[in-house]
């Protein structure tokens, strides 16, 4: 016979309606369906103390009183009523994990499918403005880090945007431009560079890198804007560059003398082709009537706004990477050292450029890259 103390007690549930009903543990009857998953669940489950979850219920669907039951498993009796009241209220998952919580999604697979396609149109900066967004759509109010979790799920994740030019060349004036590089490139005789400039200022550019997220990387900055204007010719050829670099701004005057520098150093080639952009120092009257007397040299100029086809826009970048990301260098004068050093000696980091100096060039539509 069963012990008058699991008569006593009492299990509030609500019925179909939404009442609230009183029912004695005593009245509830296992149907043959539930003892065969408690017992599935009691076979599967490796941790001893969750174990005892579904050994506690098997005995009380036996009819054995909670008391007996407390004192073979150990457990109060306290422990095995609330254990029953989670199975009976919540189902016989609640029992299986300590930290149990109901699978069922505060936003529906449509709902979910609105958000993911809203950031990838919007691109919002912070995981902030997404839970707002979801409040205000469907007022579901989310915690960050779950908004941050169901992103990745879907597989987003914070990326840093690519730039590109607002207002592109068409897409065949590109493939004219492309064309016609690669006929220099095979013109015998001949040498094709890249000619730009680079404004370098003397600061520290914080850049992403591993690290322990306890203690985040923190890099000294310059307090002065010192900086330094490169004119540079780059080779594709020997992935190396030539440089007139120093303090005074970009001019007709640098230019010319830049200009030399590369006649100077290209003497065997019967012809020089510079790619370049539309700086207005390029287009300068006093560069245009310099370069009458000098047929060697040609400039090719770029489309408008296309910086995608200077390949030396690319060795500008690895140059960043190189002087200025992550790396504080407190004097100027070591500084402007650094640079000299590093330009007038890219030959060593011809395994670097390699993969990088690659001559396909992007094409850029008015939407994106192809």
Not at 147 to 157: A, D, I, N, S, T
Request: aromatic share 12%; with cysteine; hydrophobic share 35%.
């Amino acid at each position: 016979m069963k012990n008058n103390r699991i008569s006593d007690i009492f299990l509030i549930l609500s019925n179909i309606e939404g009442e609230s009903i009183a029912m004695k543990i005593s009245d509830y009857k296992f149907t043959n369906n539930e003892i065969e998953n408690l017992q599935k669940y009691r076979d599967n489950q490796t941790n001893t103390r969750l174990k005892f979850r579904f050994v506690a219920l098997l005995m009380l669907a036996k009819g054995i009183c909670i008391e007996t039951i407390s004192i073979i498993i150990g457990k109060s009796k306290q422990a095995i009523e609330s254990w029953f009241y989670l199975y009976v209220n919540k189902g016989i998952e609640s029992l299986d994990s300590y930290d149990y919580k109901p699978k069922q999604p505060y936003l529906t697979i449509s709902q979910i499918n609105q958000v993911v396609i809203w950031v990838k149109f919007n691109n919002p900066q912070k995981t902030k403005e997404i839970r707002d967004y979801i409040f205000e759509k469907f007022n579901v109010d989310y915690k960050i880090e779950s908004v941050r979790v169901l992103l990745q799920r879907y597989g987003l994740k914070i990326v840093k945007p690519k730039l590109i030019p607002g207002d592109p060349p068409s897409i065949e004036e590109q493939e004219r431009f492309i064309e016609k590089y690669t006929k220099l490139r095979e013109e015998p005789e001949s040498k094709t560079l890249f000619l730009d400039a680079m404004h370098l200022v003397h600061q520290n550019i914080p850049s992403r890198c591993w690290g322990d997220p306890k203690y985040v990387p923190v890099f000294h900055t310059n307090s002065g804007r010192k900086r330094l204007n490169i004119l540079g010719a780059y080779d594709p050829e020997t992935y190396s560059i030539i440089h007139d670099t120093d303090e005074e701004n970009c001019n007709a005057d640098r230019v010319i003398n830049f200009l030399k520098h590369i006649l100077e150093s290209y003497k065997e080639a019967k012809r020089i082709y510079l790619i370049l952009d539309n700086a207005r120092y390029f287009h300068a009257r006093k560069v245009s009537d310099w370069l009458i007397s000098q047929p060697k040299l040609n400039l090719v100029f770029l489309p408008p706004y296309a910086p995608n086809l200077n390949l030396i826009e690319r060795f500008w970048r690895f140059a960043k990477e190189k002087l200025v990301k992550n790396d504080y260098c407190k004097e100027y004068k070591k500084f402007r050292a650094k640079v000299f050093q590093f330009l007038s000696n890219t030959r060593i980091h011809k395994k670097e450029l390699i993969p990088l100096m690659v001559e396909n060039f992007e094409i850029i539509s008015n939407n994106y890259a192809i």
